[in-house]
Structures are given as C-alpha cells and as structure tokens.
C-alpha cells in the first residue's frame, strides 16, 4: 500500500508540474519534476535532522543556528559526443524564518576531476512563502568531462524556529537543454 500511494505522490506531482509550465517541453528539452522527498541529508551519522514526508522536506529538530545539508538526485538522458548542451533547474520551495536563508546549488560534476561547474541561489529570507530558486543554465561540454558528469544540486536548509517560522522544499524541476 506504502509503494502504491509513493507512486501515487510521485504521478500526481509530475501531472502539477506539466500544468503548472504549460505542458511539456518542446523537442530540444528534456524537463523532469522531482519531488523533494527524494533529497538525502548528506553526512555519516546515525541520526537525522531532515524531516520529509510525501509533499516536502524540512529541518525540524537541531539547535537554532545549525544547517543541514541534502543532496537532490538529477536523472541525466543527454549524454551525446562534444557539445552537449546545459542543465537548469528550479527549486520549489517555502521560507518563513526572518534571518535564516536556504540556498541551493546545481552542480555538474565529474567523479575524477571533481565540480565542472555550478550555480547557487538563496531564499530572500524575509517572509518569502513561497519562493522558486531558479539556477541558470549550466553549459557543459567534452572538454572538461562533460560526458561523464553528473548533476545533482545541494541544499543547505536552516533549522525550523518557533512561531511557524519553517523552510521547506517541495520539489524541484530540471530541464537539459
């Protein structure tokens, strides 16, 4: 039953995200909506900070000035020889704590030489509820491995307050280009 509300959550977010842009990407991109559950917390220890249900994640318990990291998985299709394009990606996401920041970046990297390139964004953090990070364009070609890299994007998320005073990331949206 678990697996089938999963799949479940996980259709229902991909027909919101075709809603929401309008329909699906014309012939030169490959977009895809993930939902943030899909984020792991990055780190070696027993416990976890991160929070994360079937609509968002969030850092629920930790001390007042302490962040976690999450590391969001990107699915790479265009892999063709030379050139080969660039990534964006949108994160979707909510930050209601007046002096706390989320900041996410997007990052092509490849396993020997480390990152390519990247590109980071961070909320307003002044009652911004409801907000879209949206990282650039990441042109990446053969020279410098791009045939072998990986994209994934990495945010840092800052601990719940009190007063409702939350950051969560629901989803986030990559398009090759």
């Given at each position: 039953?678990?697996?089938?509300?999963?799949?479940?959550?996980?259709?229902?977010?991909?027909?919101?995200?075709?809603?929401?842009?309008?329909?699906?990407?014309?012939?030169?991109?490959?977009?895809?909506?993930?939902?943030?559950?899909?984020?792991?917390?990055?780190?070696?220890?027993?416990?976890?900070?991160?929070?994360?249900?079937?609509?968002?994640?969030?850092?629920?318990?930790?001390?007042?000035?302490?962040?976690?990291f999450?590391?969001c998985?990107?699915?790479?299709?265009?892999?063709?020889?030379?050139?080969?394009?660039?990534?964006?990606?949108?994160?979707?996401?909510s930050?209601?704590?007046?002096?706390?920041n989320?900041?996410?970046?997007?990052?092509?990297?490849?396993?020997?030489?480390?990152?390519?390139?990247f590109?980071?964004?961070?909320?307003?953090?002044?009652?911004?509820?409801?907000?879209d990070?949206?990282?650039?364009s990441?042109?990446?070609?053969?020279?410098?491995?791009?045939?072998?890299?990986?994209?994934?994007?990495?945010?840092?998320?800052?601990?719940?307050?009190?007063?409702?005073?939350?950051?969560?990331?629901?989803?986030?949206?990559?398009?090759?280009?």
């Amino acid at each position: 039953m678990k697996k089938l509300f999963a799949v479940t959550a996980l259709l229902a977010t991909s027909v919101a995200g075709v809603a929401a842009t309008g329909g699906l990407a014309n012939a030169d991109e490959n977009a895809k909506l993930y939902p943030a559950f899909g984020c792991l917390e990055t780190g070696t220890g027993g416990g976890t900070t991160i929070n994360r249900n079937e609509v968002r994640i969030t850092k629920s318990s930790g001390g007042v000035n302490e962040t976690a990291f999450v590391l969001c998985p990107i699915v790479r299709d265009e892999r063709s020889s030379g050139f080969f394009g660039s990534v964006s990606a949108v994160v979707h996401v909510s930050n209601t704590i007046l002096n706390k920041n989320l900041s996410c970046t997007l990052t092509a990297r490849h396993h020997a030489n480390g990152p390519i390139t990247f590109q980071t964004k961070t909320t307003s953090g002044v009652n911004s509820a409801g907000e879209d990070l949206v990282l650039g364009s990441l042109l990446v070609n053969s020279h410098d491995g791009g045939q072998d890299a990986f994209y994934y994007i990495q945010c840092e998320v800052p601990t719940n307050q009190g007063g409702g005073q939350v950051v969560k990331i629901f989803s986030y949206e990559v398009t090759e280009h």
